[in-house]
């Protein structure tokens, strides 16, 4: 299961950003380029760990969360959201602040409002960070997050979701060190 992810993660290549060891994959930073056949495998991957039935839309981050969010959104013809890194102004847009391990700014949700249901698709959780504050604001605008699918984990960031009651399902768990990427295991919390 998910044999191409795994092994394109092992291969990747991995920077400093400050202290922050960064690793650098298709999926999470669009380089070198994107091999459809594996944002299927992703994508076919997820419709088999998620229950889509009665969601209004898939909410994804700008910016390497939309090509797997976008692929299950032409497989379900669920609706696409993207939380944007920049205003728009227009009424009810949300503000929330996003911190990773290698930098902080602004997001905005827009398309949203109270009762409707999601899931949110990313292609990293680290920090937590991210999708923390995203889980948040979204609880706070009364917007029902019936699932928070990351394609790839590191770190325990992912537990302090656990304070919103949610637990995020991670398709694989990797280590990143100076080194390189360590495959730890895939498909946690089913
Ligand atoms: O768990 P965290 O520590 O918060 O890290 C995860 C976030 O970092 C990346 O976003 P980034 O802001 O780098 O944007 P990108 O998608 O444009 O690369 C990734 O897409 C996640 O949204
Ligand atoms: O190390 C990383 N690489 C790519 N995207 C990321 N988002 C959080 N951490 C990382």
């Known amino acids: ?20 060891n960064y690793f ?21 991957y997820i419709l088999q760990i998620t229950n889509i039935k009665k969601i209004d839309t898939i909410l994804t981050i700008e910016a390497m969360g939309i090509p797997v969010a976008n692929a299950l959104s032409l497989k379900t013809g669920i609706p696409l959201t993207i939380v944007r890194k920049r205003p728009y102004f227009l009424e009810g847009e949300v503000e929330l602040s996003q911190s990773t391990g290698y930098s902080k700014g602004a997001l905005y949700i827009n398309g949203l409002k109270k009762g409707d249901r999601v899931i949110i698709v990313d292609d990293v959780i680290s920090t937590g960070g991210t999708l923390l504050a995203l889980v948040r604001a979204l609880q706070n605008m009364g917007v029902e997050v019936t699932d928070v699918i990351s394609v790839i984990g590191r770190g325990d960031g992912y537990l302090k979701l656990r304070e919103l009651g949610v637990e995020p399902k991670i398709l694989v768990t990797i280590d990143v060190s100076e080194k390189g990427v360590e495959i730890k295991d895939a498909f946690r919390n089913q």
């Open 24 to 44: 650098i994959h298709p999926i999470s930073d669009g380089v070198p380029s994107i091999d459809p056949h594996l944002v299927e495998e992703i994508a076919e």
């Open 1 to 20: 299961m998910l044999e191409r992810l795994k092994d394109s993660l092992i291969n990747s290549p991995v920077i400093k950003r400050g202290e922050y």
